[in-house]
């Protein structure tokens, strides 16, 4: 049966140019049984004209808290629809909805409604950046809105960075991901994130350049998916849902050992972050001097955190991952047998590649298999990356059993 099929979905368009996207997206929901109504801000209407929502929906838009209903239209649509999907959300909106504002139809509705509210931002990359926007972004974040997005890429102003509203495919597929039934309820998901930080003396570490963006986005879509998730995040400016477990580290040594403290209960270890592999014993009490024209500090190995859980806790799907400037294929492939582990998830990193980009494209190897996937933001990597661990999942209880 469609997952879709009688889905009462409201969709929210604010005034953001990709507004133009949002028919092929009514138009891909109802093919999939969805009821769509829509809502427009005063200003969306200069992007999307009413008539064109209302052919493909085939049911009526509204725009106006007095707009025709036995009773009040924000609560009576506020009440109706499963899910509130606002796509794109202006900068404007999401400011808006931050401060609980309910000066229009879609804004009041949201504060009136019980159903989750998702929100797929839109903006210029710079507003988007900005530190107004994301604080907001935070906030919603906190309060239950689900953030969908934004990929990044050239932008319609010709700038190019974040703020790209998610394509109506990917919306899609998120919606999806959101109805469909909890594939990862009841499993115990351990993710590490970020970059970790080896200090050389009191105000220098050596790091790598790791964001934290895919663990994090792994961690939301393993909850999504129904999980109970534990992050162990190194350091980084990310933020993520209340209902996720998340650990603090810097060191190397300290992720290994929150790791370690959270495996006896585990399903599913994956393993995202850049851990340093090199740290130095003797860190420095005071700051290093400028003097000699060359210093030389001697490394040692850090613990392997993925091929220890592997030794210890053999059952656990342990799944790796391997950032690679060169020879990618080859060195997944490698790793894959020296981790021994079950997938390794693989990519491209070099200056503009991959760490800081809010997209990936990935393969994926296991013993049996090479699946690429796809260009996309890290959101929507991270969904199809869950639904393959689980089938993973699936299969080596299934060989255990055998
Ligand atoms: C051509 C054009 C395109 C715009 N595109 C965006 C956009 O993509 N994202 C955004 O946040 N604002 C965009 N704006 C600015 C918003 O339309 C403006 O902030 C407006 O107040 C948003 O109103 P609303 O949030 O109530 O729909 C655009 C404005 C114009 C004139």
Redesign the pocket.
Known sequence: MNILKNKKILLGI?????AYKCPELIRLLTQQGAIVRTVL????KNFVTIPTLQTLSNQPVYESVWDGMDSMAHIELSRWADIVLIA?T????IALLSHGFANDLLSTLCLATTSPIVIAP???QQ?YLNNLTQSNLIKLKNNRFLIWGPGDGIQ?CGETGPGRMLEPEELLENIHQFFAPKIMQNKNIVITAGPTQEPLDPVRYLSNYSSGKMGYALAEAAFTAGANVTLISGPTDLTISNEIKKVEVLTAEEMHRAVFNHLDDCDIFISAAAVCDYKTDNVATSKIKKTDKTITITLTQNPDILKEAANYYPKIIRIGFAAETHNLLENAYKKLEDKNCHMIIANEVGKDKGFHSNDNQVSVITRNNNVHLKKAAKTEIAIQLIRLIHETFLREHSLAKC
């Open positions: 604010t005034g953001g140019i990709a801000t005063a200003c969306a794109p202006t900068a404007n909106f839109s903006m210029n507003m319609a």
